[in-house]
């Protein structure tokens, strides 16, 4: 008999340019008494008017999420002490900002609630109890973080997240507004990012129309704002945020592919973030996704943007392992890629080749 995913959602969506305005109502029946929500707010926003804009009530607490680097386990679990050691519990913790802002909040909220380290739970359904209510509020649009069932998380020994039904936010505040000031590189690295997962998984072997539904249509979103826009205006704001979301729902029901598993060992090796990760590879994936790949590089074009190129230069033979052993162990996506037989299409030397071009 088939298996079907049942998979948990986000319980409540509020959309709309000046929606933050809603927060504290919003916030108001969830919270306990003497127990504070924490901010949890990327360090983009210290000194910016956003922070007049938090509703603080009684003991609550706004925390700098330092998103320097992609979240680590040990960051997450030194909030997570801090936060306990403090206050005891907690009534919930709102993630405001990137990707990086809102995994961290959702991964502390899970580990108010769940003993030992956030490196015990980094797979699928390891984590034992719901965290602590948690809200998600994106700054920046494109990973789909505020609509998935994962927090990606660097440990010692992996970079994977924390899959899990108790992982999707309770709550997403999606106001385009709060992406006003976000850098013209950043928010593309972070749009392309979503456009790579409408073409992973629109060309994958896992879709279905539910997720082809939502992926067409962030596909379509992607479009309007990457190649038929001159210049970037509150449109593509609105646009981008459900392009994310809708790209995020798609993936749901699916999976990302090629550029996502080539793209997590270069982010373990050397650091390089998600979104500027996927756009180097998807550069060189034109034997995947011909087509994907031919529109790509157009908006790279039309935005005038660099791609960086020649990131593996001089690593030896010890760090290309380490790259291909990460990727590889990414066999979900692989499947979704390239189907039942991925080992025999991608082989190990087949994927230094690939390393070995970006
Ligand atoms: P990010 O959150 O890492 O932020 C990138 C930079 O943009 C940071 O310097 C941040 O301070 C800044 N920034 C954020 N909002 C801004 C704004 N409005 N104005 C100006 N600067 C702003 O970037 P991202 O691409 O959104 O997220 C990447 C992260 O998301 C990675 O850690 C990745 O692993 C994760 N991710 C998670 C999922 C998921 O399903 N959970 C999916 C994809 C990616
Ligand atoms: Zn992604």
Redo the contacts with the bound molecule.
């Keep these: 008999m088939a298996q079907f995913r049942n998979f948990k959602m986000v319980s409540y969506v509020v959309y709309g340019r000046g929606s933050f305005n809603q927060l504290d109502e919003i916030l108001s029946p969830n919270r306990k008494a003497g127990a504070p929500m924490i901010f949890l707010i990327?360090?983009?926003f210290i000194n910016k008017p956003l922070l007049n804009r938090i509703p603080l009530r009684g003991n609550d607490k706004i925390i700098f999420a330092d998103?320097?680097h992609?979240?680590k386990t040990s960051y997450v679990d030194a909030l997570a002490t801090q936060l306990k050691n403090e206050f005891g519990t907690i009534s919930g913790v709102i993630g405001i900002?990137?990707?990086?802002?809102?995994?961290l909040a959702?991964a502390v909220s899970l580990m108010m609630n769940n003993p030992g380290s956030s490196a015990d739970y980094q797979g699928w359904d390891l984590v034992k109890n719901a965290g602590v209510y948690k809200a998600g509020i994106?700054?920046?649009s494109?990973?789909?973080?505020e609509v998935?069932r994962?927090?990606?998380l660097t440990g010692p020994l992996k970079k994977l997240?924390m899959n899990s039904d108790f992982t999707p936010f309770d709550q997403i505040v999606l106001d385009p507004e709060?992406?006003?000031?976000?850098?013209a590189n950043?928010r593309f690295?972070?749009g392309m990012?979503c456009y790579i997962h409408c073409i992973e998984s629109l060309q994958g072997t896992y879709l279905n129309e539910f997720s082809k539904s939502y992926g067409e249509k962030a596909l379509e979103l992607c479009q309007e704002i990457f190649l038929k826009k001159e210049t970037w205006d509150e449109e593509c704001d609105d646009k981008l945020m459900m392009a994310s979301y809708a790209g995020?729902m798609s993936i749901a029901y699916s999976q990302v592919g090629v550029a996502h598993a080539v793209s997590y060992g270069l982010?373990y090796l050397l650091g390089i973030?998600?979104?500027i990760g996927n756009c180097i590879v998807m550069n060189h994936l034109e034997e995947y996704y011909p087509e994907g790949v031919a529109e790509f590089k157009r908006m790279v074009q039309q935005g005038n943007f660099e791609i960086p190129a020649g990131i593996c230069k001089g690593l030896n033979d010890e760090q290309f392992e380490a790259m291909i052993n990460v990727s590889m162990g990414m066999k979900p996506l692989w499947e979704n890629a390239l189907g039942k037989d991925w080992e025999k299409i991608m082989t190990r030397e087949k994927l230094r080749a690939l390393y070995e071009k970006l």
Excluded: I, W
Excluded at 97 to 103: F, N, R, T, V
Excluded at 142 to 145: E, I, L, M, N, Q
């Design positions: 990327d360090h983009f998103v320097t992609e979240p900002g990137g990707g990086s802002a809102m995994d959702k994106p700054t920046l494109g990973t789909g973080a998935s994962t927090t990606v997240g709060l992406c006003a000031n976000a850098p950043q690295y972070t990012d995020g982010s973030r998600h979104g």
